[in-house]
């Protein structure tokens, strides 16, 4: 079991480092490296789930510029905000 936890967060880590973008391959990249390796199982499946989303909706949430889904609205998204006002540009 724990190596299934493993690749799944290598998984995870590599998708938020390859999305497409500079800015969001920093930005998820960093984020990822900083917070996987402390998320539950659950923690990690909310990860999952919003990074199906694009880049542009993603960068509108977390920025403000758009309210949040309610179904993206969790615990894993509010510390990406946190740490996007913290991290950007370090």
């Known amino acids: ?3 299934d936890d ?4 290598k998984r995870i880590l590599f998708r938020c480092r390859h999305r497409g973008s500079k800015e969001s ?8 490296e ?6 539950d199982a659950a923690q990690l499946g909310r990860l999952e789930s919003l990074i ?4 542009p909706s993603l ?5 403000g510029r758009r ?5 993206y609205d969790s615990d894993v998204m509010a510390l990406l905000k ?9």
């Open 67 to 71: 309210p949040v889904p309610p179904r």
């Open 52 to 55: 199906e989303n694009d880049d």
């Open 25 to 32: 391959d920093l930005l998820l990249g960093r984020f990822a």
């Open 82 to 90: 946190d740490f996007s006002k913290t991290n950007v540009g370090s």
């Open 34 to 39: 900083s917070h996987i390796p402390d998320f």
């Open 59 to 63: 960068y509108a949430w977390i920025t």
């Open 6 to 9: 493993t690749i799944r967060r």
């Open 1 to 3: 079991m724990r190596n």
